[in-house]
């Protein structure tokens, strides 16, 4: 069997990745386009010219150089082009995949980074700010700072630790009982006199922020946007760098670049048009996990404020993007205030079921661990999406808290973000007092005589002998 390696090697600037299929819209199809070497088809890629001048450049190709594997595509040399690539999690790979891809040109470049570059000797402290709302993220809330404390205590043995301080910015209006618990700034809800309640509660969130970026008096001069569902895995970084550009994950069903949504997006910038190549500079992310500047903060959180009511009330915009609108109206606002690249960081966040592994690859470690999906498994340990499995687990179906010592997933099951998902949650919950009585009554006791000598959670310290 002649291995994709056996072929003279396709040079530096093809970028080549062996045993990987990149994404991306055709520009050359590969059933009739074939190479005997990556090197040759990432020439072709490199030479690529588009028969029209609004066609899409190459800057993704993909051949097939493992025959046993490829079949009636083997040397087939596909020709893609594909919006934000870095930021695009390939369509397969490992060593079952008989495909080699590459980028090229100025896409190929990789930005944002965890290591600090060595001329760089700016320690950019950064705070944490998550919203949330509700008895819903009550626990994941409880469950989130606590992961927050443990990384903090990690990241300040650190040299240049930039992790900074941790506000839970709270939507409701109203004081609740985790205010003597966590760091907490109590913002307004969204009047009524500007969209009722019922219809659209999560138009909160930009309210709030705006509210606590108005008011808030913080050290850092960076903000990182987080959500109660987050679990940090490890110190987290300050994922901007020396020229301060905005850094976020990606995410996939973000796609402003997309023919259907620019001339929806278009309504909302000024002078009323788009072009596809500026539509490809608005970067495929929400406001969470974001980090920016505080100045960046105060520039765009009044815009995108505004922005979300103007899609709300936009009948096309609301019914296009749906649950998604204020992540479009996000993006869209840092577009307007100028903002032209985003360094997209694909392993800022793992979201298990889907990404199963604790790395992307070498040097590149998730930080934070999103359970935003359902994860069902059968009792031989296969996934079993759409279906409720012999195990499984959802923060859907915990209303209340749930129980400390959730049950291990099944034993053959190969998912070791899942794995890491329960460990995290039972970590937490063995650690914050009285977590039993919580789950029972769906409330914070108000006595607890549990003692948790060897606990970092505020409310554990207050019951130590």
Not at 228 to 246: C, E, S, T
Not at 446 to 459: G, H, M, R, V, W
Request: aromatic content about 12%.
């Amino acid at each position: 069997m002649k291995e994709s390696s056996d072929y003279p090697p396709a040079p530096k600037e093809c970028n080549a990745m062996e045993f990987t299929e990149l994404w991306g819209d055709v520009v050359k199809w590969g059933s009739s386009f074939h190479t005997n070497t990556p090197g040759e088809c990432c020439e072709a890629c490199l030479k690529h010219t588009p028969a029209k001048h609004s066609a899409h450049k190459c800057n993704v190709w993909v051949w097939c150089g493992i025959k046993e594997s490829c079949g009636g595509q083997y040397r087939e040399c596909w020709l893609k082009h594909l919006v934000h690539p870095r930021a695009t999690k390939p369509a397969r790979e490992g060593p079952e995949v008989g495909w080699t891809s590459g980028i090229v040109g100025p896409d190929a470049e990789e930005h944002g980074t965890d290591e600090q570059d060595p001329a760089d000797k700016k320690v950019r402290k950064f705070h944490i700010i998550t919203t949330a709302q509700g008895d819903l993220v009550h626990w994941q809330t409880r469950v989130h700072y606590y992961w927050y404390l443990k990384q903090k205590e990690e990241c300040d043995k650190q040299p240049n630790c930039e992790m900074g301080g941790f506000t839970r910015l709270l939507h409701s209006g109203t004081p609740d009982d985790l205010v003597d618990e966590i760091p907490t700034f109590v913002a307004q809800p969204l009047p009524e006199s500007v969209v009722p309640h019922e219809y659209y509660p999560v138009l909160n969130r930009p309210y709030a922020l705006l509210q606590w970026v108005q008011q808030a008096k913080i050290t850092e001069e960076y903000v990182m946007m987080s959500e109660p569902d987050h679990i940090f895995l490890r110190p987290l970084p300050n994922f901007m760098k020396k020229d301060d550009r905005p850094a976020a994950f990606p995410f996939f069903y973000i796609e402003p670049h997309k023919d259907e949504n620019i001339p929806i997006i278009a309504k909302f910038v000024p002078g009323g048009s788009l072009s596809r190549s500026d539509a490809e500079t608005i970067a495929p992310m929400g406001n969470s996990p974001t980090f920016l500047s505080m100045q960046q903060m105060k520039q765009v959180i009044p815009l995108w404020q505004n922005m979300s009511v103007a899609i709300f009330k936009d009948k096309e915009a609301n019914e296009k993007w749906g649950w998604v609108q204020e992540m479009y109206a996000f993006t869209v606002s840092l577009f307007v205030i100028g903002v032209r690249h985003v360094d997209l960081i694909l392993h800022m966040m793992a979201q298990p079921p889907w990404d199963s592994r604790m790395a992307m690859g070498p040097g590149r470690p998730y930080y934070i661990l999103h359970y935003t999906y359902g994860n069902d498994y059968n009792a031989e340990g296969k996934h079993t999406p759409g279906k409720f499995g012999f195990w499984r687990f959802d923060k859907r179906t915990y209303a209340k808290p749930p129980p400390r010592r959730l049950g291990d997933p099944p034993e053959k099951m190969q998912n070791d973000m899942v794995r890491a998902l329960i460990s995290h949650i039972n970590e937490a919950t063995e650690n914050i007092p009285c977590w039993d009585e919580y789950y029972k009554t769906g409330q914070i006791a108000a006595t607890c005589d549990e003692k948790l000598p060897n606990s970092i959670y505020p409310t554990a310290k207050r019951h130590q002998p």
